[in-house]
Nanobody, 120 residues
Framework: QVQLVESGGGLVQAGGSLRLSCAASGTIFSIDTMGWYRQAPGKQREPVATITRGGSTNYVDSVKGRFTISRDNAKNTLYLQMNSLKPEDTAVYYC??????????????WGQGTQVTVSS
């Protein structure tokens, strides 16, 4: 079994910064693509940023230039550095990962989410 545990959320004023972390644990042979998603009240969950094992990244347009996704493959940990936060960034942020626990299949996992609230 694999668990993804997020941390680092909280309350911050507009213009501030937060750093989210997501630690993967359990039986892990390899992790492929990892990503951050978010869901605001009354809205659908949306992708924020993704990163491949090799380090290729993609961002939703609304966070480009403000957020940076990174990962430490040795620690099976994903990060999201969020700068210049805006009230519209307020949401529950979820970690997602494609994990190989049993060769050769990858399975998709979600974390439990961490709340990010940006006050104006």
């Amino acid at each position: 079994q694999v668990q993804l545990v997020e941390s680092g959320g909280g309350l911050v004023q507009a213009g501030g910064s937060l750093r989210l972390s997501c630690a993967a644990s359990g039986t892990i042979f390899s992790i492929d693509t990892m990503g951050w998603y978010r869901q605001a009240p009354g809205k659908q969950r949306e992708p924020v940023a993704t990163i491949t094992r090799g380090g290729s990244t993609n961002y939703v347009d609304s966070v480009k230039g403000r957020f940076t996704i990174s990962r430490d493959n040795a620690k099976n940990t994903l990060y999201l550095q969020m700068n210049s936060l805006k009230p519209e960034d307020t949401a529950v942020y979820y970690c997602n990962a494609d994990v190989m626990s049993a060769y050769p299949r990858y399975r998709n996992y979600w974390g439990q989410g961490t709340q990010v609230t940006v006050s104006s």
